[in-house]
């Protein structure tokens, strides 16, 4: 059970081409964000598509297949946990992030048209 207590599994397309960053002696880094899809049905019965977008992060080798094969628009299996943090903009203003920080990405399907 230990395992299964800060643990995120999200399918979704891909929003933009990862941005990967060489950092702590050549470490890399990749950011990239994926939109997951929700349809229901609301009170008027009507189909509603509700979008819900999350940023990922990848390090070392994880990283590197990222750059090499992900691209905008492609279907993606992620999993990983959640991490939050925070940082000072360049105003000096506090900001907030939730991010993916990705164990294991699974590629599904063709980049979509």
């Not at 299964?4 to 990967?20: A, M, S, Y």
């Amino acid at each position: 059970m230990k395992q299964l207590r800060n643990k995120v599994q999200l399918i979704g397309r891909l929003g933009r081409d990862p941005e990967v960053k060489e950092i702590n002696g050549g470490k890399k880094m990749a950011k990239w964000s994926i939109a997951t899809d929700e349809t229901y049905r609301n009170t008027e019965g009507e189909i509603v598509k509700e979008t819900q977008w999350h940023n990922v992060v990848a390090w070392g080798k994880l990283a590197e297949i990222a750059e090499k094969y992900l691209h905008k628009g492609q279907e993606i299996c992620v999993e990983g946990k959640l991490s939050n943090r925070s940082y000072e903009d360049k105003s000096g203003e506090t900001k907030y992030v939730t991010e993916v920080v990705a164990s294991d990405v699974l590629m599904l399907g063709k980049k979509a048209s």
